[in-house]
């Protein structure tokens, strides 16, 4: 299957700095990279669709100017949480797919405390 | 709105026996379900796809229903072992992926 690496796998942060998380497709090239947010025990919810060489698409409710994506290559999206507060806080986890989305392939996600 | 209900939150089971997993759907009709596993601080792994016109598929010890009639799919997990310990969740796609909450499941030596 398709290889996806994400970078940090965990930041610890004061609030008000911002975080940048990279997403990386190692043996594929990515046109479209997912990003969610995981709260424990909870699902993965989608927070946006990245695209590359165009705008990231945001799911209602999330902040485009709060949360960043970045997609300039076919194998690297990054995603930066601007003044990242304690509510932040949270599991990061970027997903891409082969074909038209049929199957995804996670990366192994990014821990971000803010404290 | 379209839903996706995975009503267990966790399941205990002993080792060696079957683990059934359920996940509902409400709303609208999926063309495919997925399986994921997911390891704790991490990401999720897919399993396996079943289309609507499948009634089954299998790997290993897994296998997948899907019933179009009672909105439902069902994942087994034969021969459990302590390694299948993880959260499994299901997801589809709409306009957009939606994921259950998962099951977290124990399988107990």
């Known amino acids: 299957g398709a290889v996806v690496s994400q970078h940090p796998s965990w930041v610890i942060c004061k609030s008000g700095t911002s975080v940048k998380i990279e997403c990386r497709s190692l043996d594929f090239q990515a046109t479209t990279m997912f990003w969610y947010r995981q709260f424990p025990k909870q699902s993965l919810m989608l927070m946006a669709t990245s695209n590359e060489g165009s705008k990231a698409t945001y799911e209602q409710g999330v902040e485009k100017d709060k949360f960043l994506i970045n997609h300039a290559s076919l194998t690297l999206s990054t995603l930066t949480v601007t003044s990242a507060h304690p509510e932040d806080s949270s599991f990061y986890i970027c997903?891409?797919?082969?074909?038209?989305?049929?199957?995804?392939?996670f990366g192994p996600g990014t821990r971000l405390l803010v404290l | 709105s379209q839903k996706i209900e995975q009503n267990s939150e966790a399941l205990n089971i002993q080792e060696g026996k079957t683990a059934t997993l359920t996940c509902n759907y409400t709303n609208y009709s999926p063309a495919y379900l997925q399986w994921y596993r997911q390891d704790p601080g991490r990401g999720p792994v897919f399993l396996l796809l079943i289309r609507e016109n499948e009634k089954e598929k299998r790997k290993e010890r897994l296998k997948v229903t899907f019933d179009t009639t009672l909105k439902q799919s069902l994942f087994h997990i034969t021969a459990s072992q302590p390694a299948d310990s993880a959260t499994y969740l299901c997801?589809?796609?709409?306009?957009?992926?939606?994921f259950g909450k998962g099951t977290r499941l124990h399988i107990l030596p």
């Open positions: 997903g891409s797919g082969l074909s038209r989305g049929e199957t995804q392939y």
């Open positions: 997801a589809t796609r709409d306009d957009k992926i939606i």
